[in-house]
């Protein structure tokens, strides 16, 4: 209803700012005004004033209306004390909404409860609010039993968190670990195609760092104004307005909430980071709890694994299946697509091997092939020894790199050095299609790149001890084939290079042997024309004249770099040598020879051929030694059979043993006193009997006498000590001596006296002359050695007894083919003798008379006792 402005006015005069008491007496006054003019006047007209009870009713009246005055007074009193009272609380009450007084007490009342009937609406606004938030809280912690996805936990807190503060744009962004460098945007809605789930945002150009840096909410009510930050909004955020809140842990923050909204421009306010705070409390917890669950199981499956990997390595297992099953361990915690493990080679220290690989794809990279690293990624982290992660590899430019990762298994790789006792021996390298899987299992990568190492390390011990366990049984056969083999030489070194050429896994080698200063092919194998073409090497000349004039080994695994490598041979063999091996065969200080392998199949020479080949030249030096000391002793026996041959028509077989015998040891037969038997054989008319049949029958006459008695003297233990013309001299008792020597003699004699008769008529038969003879014996003491000089020395003997002898020989003239013996000898005979006393006999003044006997007995008697009264029978 429309109010006139006169009646406004009129109210605002009488009623504006006036309490309720005076309303209350304006009201009262205005009541009774009409109704007592009213009674007035009828009061007059009718005459009333007169009437008796007239003062009655007035009093009554009056004492009524006061009755009824002063209660609504006191009514309307309390009413003013109630609005006051309410209208101080009301006002007083900071969550209250703001409170304005009023005209009056009711008007008071009227606007506080208005402004309560505002907070109970806020308050149950807000109780809509918490209940939405706790039923968000009881839905995210069913969803922490019902899930163990983060990347759904983080999804549907973002979810909820958009709910609660009435946005629509938000993220989840999470620390990268460990580097903390980049955000990983784990969730996100309301962005569209602008930043995608999994994309990278760095760190320090994010503002999201605030939030981790001061580890508190970051509130932006306006990005343009906020002078912390100084830019533009950016549009992909719609609003100027945002928050950013960090997710907590009991430890650490692990990333942030971002919250923005594209259709409304309501600022953010400290009311929605709190309302959203135990939401991303409980998420944070949620989200440490999976982690930590999920740290849990990895660390669990890192320690199964590295127990597997353990037993792996520890296992009998081959070389291939060892490394595939440690590969397929690695596999079953961090998915590459490709691995490859590549070590050093002594051999060849600027390259590195591919010991061995595992991919998914077929790619075109071989087992067992050599590839340079020098000042590539690889060179980096050999001297770096650190892991390196390449998230691109189609940077790499190396030509190394391209050959090894120019495949779609390897956008990105992880190398880790391979370390054994604190040197780098190899690198591991695991490529994948995504990069990011390979930042995955750090530590289960740390104690996997030592098991890869140590499995290496154990590989090639084994294979160490394989190839020594193969080389000394090769040593052996070929050690005990080369000393059991032929002592033929040139057999030799034909058998001791058709050895080394099923030893050593080579394309050609040769054996040289030294020949003053020229070394001269031996032997070859499968460069047969170089022995024709090439025969001699001068010392120095080539590997092999180098290494025979520097008496050392040597190994060239790349000739053309060697300036001993001489070209000229394979020009003429039209063979291409490569590498070489060369090993000097020393004996006694001297090398006498060489060997030199080429090519080796399969890569380069290393130190175990080297230690292989020496030690089987060592084997061939032994045997060469051995051939050429059989062929000297060869050449000894001959020679040694021939003196025997000459020597023997002169003296006994054991006689000649003991001479050579002492000749080989250094300890010839000493000068020495010695009591001999001598025994001198003369022919008589000899010299008459020459002068008739002349010289040319006389020689072989006189040998065919000489060798039927000295067969004799030989036959009774003596020697033929020298011939006097037409007799000789024998010895019995040098250089070897009997208690028998004196008998010796005799029955030498005796026999030779039987012996003549048969020789007599021999003679009769061819010159036609009879022949006889004379034996004298004598025993004494000589002098025994090797008499004469340098050019000439003969081993006789000298002294009175062999003078004696000669002189006996005129006393045994009278008696035909007789024997005449000193009375020594009669006394050293051990036999009894059947002797005539001839008489004595004056041989040199300065010695004493001789008694000579002459032997009558065609026989000794009692040839084993002496006579005890006497050893001789006078006849």
Known sequence: MKVSPSYQKMKNAFLGKKDLYYKLTLSIGLLFVFPALGFLFFAI???????????????????????????????????????????????????????????????????????????????????????????TLRELSDLCYMTFDTDELLYITLERALKLAKADIGSVLILEQP??????????????????????????????????????????????????????????????????????????????ITLSRRNDDTVFSQDDIEGLTPLLSNASLTFENIRLFRENETNTAVMNATIK?????????????????????????????????????????????????????????????????????????????????????????????RALFANPCSAGCLLHPLRISGKVTGILALCSSTPDILTRETNFLAIVKDGVALAIERLKLSASVVRRDQDLDTLK?????????????????????????LTMDVEAGSLLLLDGDELEFKVSFDIEPVTVSWPKMKLGQGIAGYVAARGKSIIVNDVQQSPHFFSAVDAVTGFRTRSALCVPMISQGKVIGVVELLNRRGGNFGDNDEKLLQSIVSSLIIAVENARLYEATVKMTEHERGIRQIFQKFVPKEIV??????????????????????????????????????????????????????????????????????????????????????????AASLEMQKAIHPVSEYFQQQIGHPLSMGIAIHTGEVVVGNIGFEKKMDYTVIGDAVNTVFRLQSVVKPFKNGIVISEKTCKAARSRLDVKKIGEYEIDAALEKVKAYELLSPDLIDTNRRKPDSSVDEG
């Open 179 to 256: 580097q903390r460098k980049q955000f990983i945007v784990q969730a996100q809605i309301g962005l569209v195609d602008d930043i995608k789930v999994g994309s990278k945002i760095d760190f320090d150009t994010s503002i999201a760092k605030f939030a981790i840096i001061n580890k508190s909410p970051l509130l932006i009510e306006d990005i343009e104004k906020d002078g912390r930050f100084g830019r533009s909004n950016r549009p992909v955020y719609a609003t100027k307005s945002f928050i950013c809140l960090p997710l907590k842990t009991i430890g650490d923050i692990i990333g942030v």
């Open 309 to 401: 990997l353990l037993k792996t390595i520890n296992s009998s297992l081959g070389e291939s299946e060892l490394i595939n099953s440690i590969l397929n361990d690695i596999q079953s915690l961090v998915p590459y697509d490709l691995a490859i493990i590549l070590t050093k080679d002594d051999n060849r220290p600027d390259e590195l091997m591919v010991f061995d690989f595992a991919c998914k794809e077929a790619i075109s990279i071989a087992k067992g092939s050599y590839f340079p690293f020098r000042d590539s990624i690889f060179d980096k982290v050999i001297k770096q020894e650190s892991s390196t992660l390449i998230t691109d590899t189609s940077e790499l430019t190396g030509e190394t790199e």
């Open 477 to 501: 056969q070929i050690g005990g084939a080369l000393t059991s083999s032929t002592f033929n030489l040139n057999q030799v070194l034909e058998y001791a290079m058709g050895m080394i050429q």
């Open 45 to 135: 007209r009718y005459n009333i004033l007169q009437d008796d009870s007239l003062p009655l009713f007035l009093i009554g009246f009056l004492v009524f209306s006061f009755l009824g005055f002063f209660f609504l007074r006191s009514v309307f009193k309390k009413v003013s004390r109630i609005s006051e009272e309410f209208s101080e609380k009301v006002a007083s009450d900071p969550s209250a909404v703001q409170f304005q007084r009023g005209t009056d007490e009711l008007s008071n009342i009227v606007g506080s409860f208005n402004a309560l009937e505002n907070q109970l609406k806020n308050t149950l606004s807000r109780l809509d609010k918490k209940s939405l938030e706790i039923s």
């Open 657 to 746: 043993d003991k001479i050579i015998y002492g000749e080989s040891t250094g300890k010839p037969l000493p000068d020495e006193f010695r009591t001999v038997t001598l025994l001198n054989i003369d022919i008589r008319g000899f010299s008459k009997l020459a002068k008739t049949i002349g010289p040319h029958r006389t020689v072989p006459m006189i040998n065919y006498f000489f060798e039927m008695m000295g067969d004799i003297v030989f036959k009774h233990q003596g020697i033929v000590d020298k011939y006097l013309g037409d007799g000789f001299l024998a010895i019995f008792g040098a250089p070897v001596s009997s208690i028998s020597d004196a008998d010796n003699a005799i």
